[in-house]
């Protein structure tokens, strides 16, 4: 076998290991108390609670929870990521380590009942927006 076949064969060799090695998972579960609210991940619907979804990044992320009778809840929570994640180290764990990696992370949020106005302020109200259109 010539130089450049063996060169060949140790590259594709090394291209096939280097790909067979381990890999990532992120999960993300979301619960609410109580269950079965709709949650949106950064202007994207995931699902209704519990919702268990796959990510690709970590940091800031903009979350909307809303049921009905319950206010809607829009706040944002940084995922903080594992210190294999960050370089070079993530470039082992993602590639040379032969293991699968698990990373779970779980998010609670409790929605508060929603409080509708009593009849008479409403009543007030109305009356104020009539004068004002008057």
């Not at 009905?68 to 995922?79: D, F, Q």
């Not at 180290?89 to 990696?101: K, V, Y």
């Not at 998010?107 to 106005?117: D, R």
Request: hydrophobic fraction near 40%.
């Amino acid at each position: 076998m010539g130089n450049r076949n063996l060169l060949a064969v140790i590259v594709i060799s090394l291209i096939l290991g280097l790909s067979a090695g381990g890999c990532v998972e992120r999960w993300l579960t979301i619960n609410t108390e109580p269950q079965g609210a709709l949650v949106t991940l950064n202007d994207e619907e995931i699902g209704v609670s519990p919702v268990t979804v796959s990510f690709e990044w970590y940091g800031d992320y903009d979350v909307r929870v809303s049921k009905e009778g319950y206010e809607t809840l829009k706040t944002h929570r940084k995922l903080q990521g594992p210190w294999y994640d960050a370089f070079p180290f993530d470039f082992f764990a993602g590639i040379l380590n032969p293991n699968r990696i698990v990373d779970s992370y779980e998010w609670t949020f409790e929605l508060a009942p929603k409080e509708y106005p009593a009849r008479e302020e409403l009543i007030q109200n109305a009356q104020e927006l009539k004068e004002q259109v008057e």
